[in-house]
Nanobody, 123 residues
Framework: QVQLVESGGGLVQAGGSLRLSCAAS????????MGWFRQAPGKEREFVAA????????SYADSVKGRFTISRDNAKNTLYLPMNSLTPEDTAVYYC????????????????WGQGTQVTVSS
């Protein structure tokens, strides 16, 4: 199994940027595909982005395409999510997760989850 710790969240004004990180520890980090999800109060957890185990393939939710970029550094056991042009609709707790499947979008396809980091975007 793997342990995940998200960081980099905070308060930012609309139009600003944040960079989220997810530090992983455990076995065989580079063999996992990984994803970012988010959950706002009163809403279901939703897919944000996913990346293949080698980093060569990525997938994005339509709502973040062109603004967010998912990447990974397997040598550092770290997943990243730079976020640009943030809007209040991006306000949520952001989670990273790992999967033995091929970068899926469904939360139930992911095996291990971090505890989340809060992102708040003001008007």
């Amino acid at each position: 199994q793997v342990q995940l710790v998200e960081s980099g969240g905070g308060l930012v004004q609309a139009g600003g940027s944040l960079r989220l990180s997810c530090a992983a520890s455990g076995r065989s980090f580079s063999t996992y595909a990984m994803g970012w999800f988010r959950q706002a109060p009163g809403k279901e957890r939703e897919f944000v982005a996913a990346i293949s185990w080698g980093g060569g393939r990525t997938s994005y939710a339509d709502s973040v395409k062109g603004r967010f970029t998912i990447s990974r550094d397997n040598a550092k056991n770290t997943l990243y999510l730079p976020m640009n042009s943030l809007t209040p609709e991006d306000t949520a707790v952001y989670y990273c997760a790992t999967t033995t499947s091929s970068w899926p979008r469904a939360p139930d396809e992911y095996d291990y989850w971090g505890q989340g980091t809060q992102v708040t975007v003001s008007s």
